[in-house]
């Protein structure tokens, strides 16, 4: 009986930053029993993370995983072109929709053990030869959770009466189209002050999302956004292009809405959601999103690519 699986994750390190959404499942996977190291990829592009290859292969050599689990297509494709080992990719989203990326992607997917899809469309985008499941990343629900509105404006600083929009990125990240949502709130007879999502530790970004009044997101493309399941665990009113697997995860929940791309709809949005007037349910249409039982489903997707391999 297999004691202890030993995973070396790999994933974009640049900055000397892993993604908090990666760290987070990798601290679930090691309460459930994971033996796990983390290799960041330094550099950008293609050539900048195949040019990590070697490194990677170097690693496994002197930690000698039983699998490796690369996040995103890239990340997947320098994990197999030197080792061996069996190898499972997680496929966010972006690499689907850039496309020299996507092309190298897909091949990743073929040369792979097992491929994980955060939403479905992925996995029609990115295809693959190989078994597959479907699978979202989770939050950590201790992490992100309601607090009273009026005591998170206080702590943090805020007016008590003027209208706050969180946006989900950084205002310089052309995927998530700042300009979109600078020209709907511009429609709005009313005082809104946005707020960039930018070097932020997770309790302030659980701080900002229950102290706002709105989440924003108007990406072109997404996977399964984290930052909509932060705002739903919070209860914070949600206006959203409809992109990725939104639309299944806020479902019916009142006070978030789904929106076009044009400026005036997102502004309509916007009103609604703002004159909604309280805080939303969201955080019980989520539970099945906590990490502790994605994690344990990631745990069986391993067990299973493990027995097969034998």
Same mark, same amino acid.
Request: proline letters at 3%.
């Given at each position: 009986?297999? $004691? ?46 195949? %040019? ?18 690369? #996040? ?7 994990? %197999?072109?030197?080792?061996? %080992? ?5 496929? #966010? ?56 509105? $009026? ?117 309509? $949005? ?41």
């Amino acid at each position: 009986m297999r $004691k202890s699986i030993k995973v070396l994750t790999v994933c974009s390190g640049n900055s000397n930053n892993i993604a908090p959404f990666i760290t987070e499942q990798v601290e679930s996977l090691k309460a459930n029993g994971m033996d796990i190291d983390i290799f960041g990829i330094v550099g950008k592009g293609v050539f900048g993370y195949l %040019r990590n290859a070697f490194r990677i292969r170097n690693i496994v050599k002197k930690t000698k995983p039983d699998l490796i689990h690369a #996040h995103y297509g890239l990340s997947g494709l320098a994990s %197999r072109l030197f080792t061996s %080992r069996p190898l499972v990719i997680t496929f #966010h989203g972006s690499e689907a929709y850039i496309p020299n990326v996507r092309y190298l992607s897909c091949l990743a997917a073929k040369l792979s053990t097992y491929n994980i899809f955060v939403e479905e469309k992925l996995k029609q985008r990115i295809g693959g030869t190989n078994k597959s499941a479907t699978l979202p990343c989770g939050i950590n629900l201790n992490v992100f959770y309601p607090i009273n509105k $009026k005591i998170a404006r206080e702590m943090i600083g805020f007016e008590q009466d003027k209208k706050y929009i969180l946006f989900s990125s950084r205002f310089n990240n052309p995927v998530k189209q700042f300009s979109l949502a600078k020209s709907a709130v511009g429609k709005l007879n009313m005082q809104i002050e946005i707020l960039e999502l930018s070097n932020k530790t997770r309790s302030e970004v659980n701080l900002l999302l229950n102290a706002c009044d709105v989440a924003l997101l108007t990406s072109k493309s997404e996977g399964s956004p984290q930052f909509i399941k932060e705002a739903m665990a919070c209860n914070c009113p949600i206006v959203s292009t409809d992109v990725g697997d939104i639309k299944n995860i806020i479902g019916n929940t009142e006070g978030c809405y789904l929106t076009t791309f044009e400026p005036q709809d997102i502004a309509n $949005k916007i009103k609604s959601a703002i004159n909604f007037g309280k805080r939303t349910n969201g955080r019980e249409k989520i539970m099945h999103f906590d990490n502790k039982l994605i994690s344990g489903k990631i745990v069986e997707v391993y067990k299973r690519v493990l027995n097969n391999n034998e």
